[in-house]
């Protein structure tokens, strides 16, 4: 089974709900790996900035139009970003649950986080398989609800592009008078 740096298609949940964030729009990439979202969101003219600390995995980035890349580790440096610098917000396959309050303000009003990774459960599939990165049933909506208007929430088995259990959410921050879902 790939590891996540290893995935080459975005993730159908990622490329579902990209097209809420504002066309042009810069969009962060958190933990990016070797850049599939990445790549998706600037194919689509979105000004992405994508973040890891892999130094090897961006490396493949480097030369991609629409996408810059910064080398940081975010779970030992504190938050680099400004509140509000952001139209959209990606995290796929990745927790750090300390930086929920930061990934959340660093969107602008009408921002779109767009999130998706493992929960409990996953440890029948493999990795992650430690309980400090899964998430608790339910654990992704209640962080956001107070904070975004939630447009979606799943949770639960799904099949590829590995055997998983897995939560998504989609969010838009308050600032904006409609979302057209489509």
């Given amino acids: 089974m790939p590891s996540h740096h290893e995935l080459l298609s975005p993730s159908l949940w990622v490329t579902r709900w990209a097209g809420l964030i504002r066309p042009g729009g810069t969009v ?8 599939r979202h990445a790549r998706y969101l600037a194919a689509h003219g979105y000004d992405v900035m994508a973040v890891d600390r892999d130094e090897a995995a961006l490396a493949t980035l480097a030369s991609s139009p629409g996408v810059r890349v910064r080398v940081a580790d975010l779970e030992g440096t504190p938050w680099p970003f400004a509140p509000g610098e952001f139209d959209g917000v990606v995290v796929a396959n990745y927790l750090h649950r300390p930086l929920f309050a930061s990934l959340v303000d660093a969107l602008a009003p009408g921002g ?12 029948r599939f493999g990795r992650p398989s430690n309980p400090a990165f899964l998430l608790r049933p339910g654990e992704l909506l209640d962080l ?3 904070r975004l208007t939630v447009v979606a929430f799943e949770q639960g088995y799904v099949p590829a592009p590995k055997p998983a259990m897995v939560q998504r959410a989609c969010g838009v921050r308050a600032g904006v008078e409609s979302v057209t879902i489509g």
């Fill in 144 to 146: 956001l609800r107070d």
């Fill in 112 to 123: 779109v986080l767009i999130y998706e990774t493992f929960m409990h459960g996953n440890e």
């Fill in 28 to 35: 962060l990439d958190l933990a990016s790996g070797s850049g």
